[in-house]
């Protein structure tokens, strides 16, 4: 059974980077052919899908973030990761890690992480 | 805000039966796009409940049932328990959106 966990800072200040690394355990990074997403539930509100990042490299970014957004895997760790520039309280979320089989849905998730944007 | 909508809140008595409903468009449900339906508990891992508008995964209990017509979908919860007390997701495709991997608005259940 595949499981997640993400880890990073919960606090980050205005206009610097949100850094988050999802560790995956119970499978290969590379095995398969995983989806490998992060998606975030802003204070009270529903959840948006971040990005995507292919086991194969290719990525597939929320064109509302792009601009600001890396999505890296590290097959060597067992891990991916989400960097997201410039951040501001509207950045203020729990960030998930999840992964699926299809891109269409999520298999596996981590329990999230969340990430304040303060001074 | 979300193409999809959900009631805010259901709620039940232990052992009952409560629907859960997800409204799409054309662009979404309508268009044949599958739904699939999330369970989030506080502090957890979010579990996918039903895939493919009507699959459930391996260990999820026959209670959760998901069904789609025309541009709707719903999640029923039968035998309704404690452990069931959550917010739960809808999620589709929306051919409209450049950002196509949509969330409904998220409904949560009180066992009473």
């Known amino acids: 059974q595949v499981q997640l966990q993400e880890s990073g800072p919960g606090l980050v200040k205005p206009s610097q980077t949100l850094s988050l690394t999802c560790t995956v355990s119970?499978?290969?990074?590379?095995?398969?052919?995983?989806?490998w997403n992060w998606i975030r539930q802003l204070p009270g509100k529903g959840l948006e899908w971040i990005g995507y990042?292919?086991?194969?490299?290719?990525?597939y970014y929320n064109p509302s973030l792009e601009s600001r957004l890396t999505i890296s895997v590290d097959t060597s760790k067992n891990q991916f990761s989400l960097k997201l520039s410039s951040v501001t309280a509207a950045d203020t979320a729990v960030y998930y890690c999840?992964?699926?089989?299809?891109?269409?849905?999520?298999?596996?998730w981590g329990q999230g992480t969340l990430v304040t944007v303060s001074s | 805000q979300s193409v999809l909508t959900q009631p805010p809140s259901v709620s039940g008595a232990p052992g009952q039966r409560v629907t859960i409903s997800c409204t799409g468009s054309s662009s979404n449900i309508g268009a044949g796009f599958d739904v699939h339906w999330y369970q989030l508990l506080p502090g957890t891992a979010p579990k996918l409940l039903i895939y493919g508008s009507n699959h459930r995964p391996s260990g999820v209990p026959d209670r959760f049932s998901g069904s789609k017509s025309g541009t709707s979908a719903s999640l029923a919860i039968t035998g309704l328990q404690a452990e069931d007390e959550a917010d739960y997701y809808c999620q589709s495709y929306d051919s409209n959106l450049s950002a196509p991997y949509v969330f409904g608005t998220g409904t949560k259940v009180t066992v009473l």
């Open positions: 119970g499978g290969s990074i590379r095995s398969g052919a995983y989806y």
């Open positions: 990042i292919h086991y194969s490299g290719s990525t």
């Open positions: 999840a992964g699926g089989l299809t891109p269409y849905y999520f298999d596996y």
